[in-house]
């Protein structure tokens, strides 16, 4: 499998400005190829507002990544000059640089005009061109690039053009499947994020069938996850975990900075006024602030998705609609989209999806109308109604009562004993859903559809969601 190992640069002045130059040569590459296929069609199409036959149009240009680096060779030297010296600049990078600008521009074109055939699904409007305030990359498949393992340094990477450059953190680990011959770089991405400089290895490489062995022995059982705001998942072993709130811990610290920097003196686009110091410093500890805040936020993350996967032989999730669950405006609800976007409720299922594909755990996805929190883990009835604000499930019938959230965790792991044909775990043993037709679960990848599985028929889809207010959307943790 494909895997990626990310590493921290400490580059030199000089070698920040030979990444600075490489990331701009992949920009302008980008740009160039672009502006030639978009010059053509708009020549095309301004002949066709002429009435010429398409037989004598303007010839296409392709867009293919070979034609256009093709013609890139033959026309660098004319427009790869340097204003004041009149010398060509593009030798001072790889040619890795503009090759790699060349090969995105031609899939965003090719994913573009697939998208308009019917061929890729969705919509996709006509490529853009790369400003200068984009994210900085370069991408390097060919050339000397990898591991520095001479002298057994294992804090330096090796880029073209660039040399070796220091690593904030060892590299070990992937050096040791590198020399063993276990992995095989394949490509490296340099790239500027949070005000740092790193770089992304592409590694090709061979896992167990258990990468992450249980830590406790004894039989393993099935879990349903139940994520949410007030606690960040809720599992149906009774476990409940605390929403950590990375981000709500330093809004006020952010407020503060960001009060600073308004009465510092910034750029001015329209006059040319450049940036004071003062206000330059703000905005790099703005920018470590949220460094932190994203990476607190991804530790806690996988330290909770590799649990799951590593002690649990089967994790059931729901298929949130995290999109349109922060969609609504309103004083309330900005507040309730701060705090869902805080939680990353959507990282969740992504590490889910790929970890238990390395580790062979099974992962089932409920479907996205599924009534989880309407319906009693114990009897199935399902209640009519569920406001946010009623955090304790009672049900109406047996007068079973638990928490909300984790009644819905019960009804989510109960669905693998549906799917597997009998119970599961201690925790939900019990083989529920037989008093209604059995839902339909599939895994990750498919989802479950139909009145069994809780979703509303053709006339009623755009009433809601089952689980949700009534304002209409997904269920969640308030």
């Known amino acids: ?69 093709k013609h890139w060779n033959t026309v660098k030297n004319a427009i790869a000059v340097n204003p004041e010296t009149g010398q060509p600049w ?25 998208a ?5 699904k969705g919509s996709m409007g006509f490529p853009r061109f790369k400003s200068k305030r984009a994210v900085p990359s370069c991408r390097f498949t060919t050339g000397s690039f990898g591991l520095v393992t001479d002298g057994g340094d294992r804090r330096r990477v090796q ?37 740092r400089w790193q770089v992304s290895f592409s590694v090709e490489i061979t896992l167990p069938a258990r990468a992450l062995p249980p830590v406790a022995a004894g039989p393993r059982s099935v879990v349903g996850v139940d994520v949410g705001v007030k606690h960040l998942a809720v599992l149906s072993t009774g476990e409940m975990i605390d929403n950590p709130k990375h981000g709500r811990k330093r809004a006020k610290k952010l407020r503060r900075l960001g009060r600073r920097a308004s009465r510092r003196v910034g750029p001015d686009r329209r006059t040319g006024q450049q940036p004071s110091r003062r206000w330059l410093r703000t905005q790099e500890q703005i920018r470590a602030v949220h460094t932190r805040i994203a990476d607190a936020r991804r530790d806690h993350l996988h330290k909770l998705t590799t649990r799951l996967v590593r002690d649990f032989d ?18 309330y609800k900005r507040g309730l989209n701060r705090a869902l976007h805080d ?15 390395w580790t062979g755990t ?15 883990s114990d009897c199935q009835v399902v209640k009519n109604k569920l406001p946010l604000n009623v955090r304790v499930f009672t049900c109406d019938a047996c007068g079973f009562r638990a928490d909300r959230d984790h009644n819905a965790a019960l009804n989510l792991a109960a669905l693998a004993a ?30 479950a559809d139909g009145i069994a599985a809780g979703t509303p028929p053709s006339g009623e889809r755009g009433r809601g969601n089952p689980d949700t207010h009534a304002e209409g959307t997904k269920r969640h943790s308030a």
Not at 36 to 41: E, H, Q, Y
Not at 346 to 357: C, G, N, P, S, V
Request: hydrophobic share 35%.
């Open 343 to 357: 939680a990353a409720l959507a990282e969740i299922r992504r590490q889910l999806t790929y970890k238990t594909d």
């Open 159 to 195: 880029l073209p053009r660039i040399g070796a450059i220091r690593t904030c953190e060892s590299s070990r680990k992937l050096a040791r499947r590198t020399i063993a011959g276990a992995a095989r770089i394949r490509s490296a991405t340099l790239s500027f994020r949070r005000g």
């Open 418 to 447: 549906v799917v597997d044909g009998g119970a599961s775990s201690a925790s939900c043993g019990r083989d529920v859903k037989e008093a209604r037709q059995k839902p339909t679960i599939r895994p990750a990848t498919r989802r």
């Open 116 to 120: 308009r055939s019917g061929k890729r």
């Open 314 to 331: 089967t994790v059931v999730v729901e298929d949130l609609h995290i999109a349109g669950m922060t969609r609504s405006g309103g004083a």
């Open 1 to 69: 499998m494909i895997r990626a190992f990310v590493y921290v640069l400490d580059p030199t002045p000089e070698q920040v400005e030979a990444m600075r130059s490489h990331c701009g040569a992949q920009r302008f590459a980008y740009n160039w190829a672009l502006s030639r296929v978009k010059a053509n069609l708009d020549q095309r199409a301004a002949e066709r507002s002429y009435e010429i036959p398409d037989s004598e149009l303007t010839p296409l240009v392709s867009w293919s990544a070979y034609s256009l680096r």
């Open 90 to 114: 593009w030798p001072e990078n790889s040619k890795e640089a503009y090759s790699s600008g060349i090969a995105n521009c031609a899939a965003a074109l090719s994913n573009w005009s697939n």
């Open 362 to 376: 099974g992962l089932h996805v409920a479907d996205r109308w599924y009534p989880s929190s309407k319906t009693c």
